[in-house]
Nanobody, 122 residues
Framework: QVQLVESGGGLVQPGGSLRLSCVASGSIFSINAMGWYRQAPGKQRELVATITSDGRTNYADSAKGRFTISRDNAKNMVYLQMNSLKPEDTAVYYC????????????????WGQGTQVTVSA
C-alpha cells in the first residue's frame, strides 16, 4: 500500500511564489524517478519537472529558470519551488513517483498523488 500526498497549493498573485511538497508513504522498497505534472482545464496533463534518484533534473521549457525540483530521499519527499508565477501556471499539480513496493520487489510502477490546486490570479 503506497500513497503520495501533495501539499502547498493555493492562490497566489502573478510574480509570487509557492513551494509544493509531496511525501510518499507505505510499504516502499525504493523510489526511482519522481516528478511533478500539471493539468489545466481543457488541457492534457503535462510534465513540469522530473528528478532521478541521484539528483538529475529535467524541466519543461515553461518551467526552466522559474521552477526548481528537489528531493529528500531519506524522507521520501519531492518538492517543487515555483517562483515568478504566471496566470498560465494555473493548474492542478500532481506528484508522480516510480516506486518499487516491498510487496512487489523487482516490479516498478507509477504512483500518483491526488493533486493540489495552484491558482495564479490578480
Amino acid at each position: 500500500q503506497v500513497q503520495l500526498v501533495e501539499s502547498g497549493g493555493g492562490l497566489v498573485q502573478p510574480g509570487g511564489s509557492l513551494r509544493l511538497s509531496c511525501v510518499a508513504s507505505g510499504s516502499i522498497f525504493s523510489i526511482n524517478a519522481m516528478g511533478w505534472y500539471r493539468q489545466a482545464p481543457g488541457k492534457q496533463r503535462e510534465l513540469v519537472a522530473t528528478i532521478t534518484s541521484d539528483g538529475r533534473t529535467n524541466y519543461a521549457d515553461s518551467a526552466k529558470g522559474r521552477f526548481t525540483i528537489s528531493r529528500d530521499n531519506a524522507k521520501n519527499m519531492v518538492y517543487l519551488q515555483m517562483n515568478s508565477l504566471k496566470p498560465e501556471d494555473t493548474a492542478v499539480y500532481y506528484c508522480n513517483a516510480q516506486i518499487v513496493s516491498r510487496n512487489l520487489r523487482g516490479f516498478e510502477r507509477d504512483y500518483w498523488g491526488q493533486g493540489t490546486q495552484v491558482t495564479v490570479s490578480a
